[in-house]
């Protein structure tokens, strides 16, 4: 179904009585800062009539969302669109073409995909301004959620090993001064010659590492 369909459908939708009971969170969790991670966003409902929704998240900076790999539940046999209409800000859309409506009454609604930089170091998101439609054409609101992500260093990791070898040398100073420099640099370990976590890597982290050479 054409896109500019979906959106007209549902804001036809919307011309209705607005309730509010029904419940969405997402659920603090840890990252890795570099790789990706599937987090369900979570719908507890009161309402068994539920058929089209508009939910937006805001993600902390430093994390993105990949559109491509989130994708609805067995709960949901409707279709998703997802739009990023500014910085930060991504909104699911979501429309069942027979009027079906969301089974069951808790569980996971979408699943979605986060992406940490590798300078993340941590923050807050939110559940906003967000509702439910229901098959008599009721506008269900819910409650704004915040959430949090944290971060982790794997276990493992050698802090001023930027080139991942398993030492700390003059080599990781090298490496570590080109990033800086904003030079093209391979095999560059951000999450260890970050030696402060400051979620940045600048000549602080350079004399760091040269004061772990130093035994310093």
Do not use: H
Request: negative net charge; aromatic residues 8%; glycine residues 8%.
């Amino acid at each position: 179904m054409n896109k500019k369909i979906i959106f007209l459908a549902m804001a036809l939708m919307c011309l209705a009585n607005i309730s509010k009971a029904e419940d969405i969170n997402i659920q603090d969790f840890t990252i890795t800062p570099g790789e990706s991670m599937t987090v369900p966003l979570q719908l507890t409902n009161t309402k068994t009539n539920l058929t089209a929704f508009e939910i937006t998240v805001e993600v902390p900076a430093g994390v993105t969302i990949d559109i491509e790999n989130c994708a609805l539940t067995d709960r949901y046999q409707g279709m998703l669109e997802i739009r990023n209409p500014e910085e930060n800000i991504y909104r699911f859309c979501g429309l069942a073409v027979d009027m079906g409506t969301i089974s069951g009454t808790s569980g996971a609604l979408i699943n979605i995909s986060f992406k940490a930089a590798e300078g993340f170091r941590g923050g807050k998101g939110q559940i906003l301004d967000s509702y439910f439609v229901t098959t008599s054409r009721e506008r269900v609101m819910v409650d704004d959620k915040e959430f949090k992500i944290d971060y982790f260093i794997p276990a493992g990791s050698l802090m001023g090993d930027a080139n991942g070898d398993g030492s700390v040398d003059i080599s990781d100073v090298l490496l570590t001064v080109d990033y800086v420099l904003g030079k093209s640099v391979s095999s560059f370990i951000f999450l260890n010659a970050d030696m402060d976590q400051s979620g940045r890597i600048d000549i602080s982290d350079v004399l760091a590492i040269v004061d772990k050479i130093l035994g310093k």
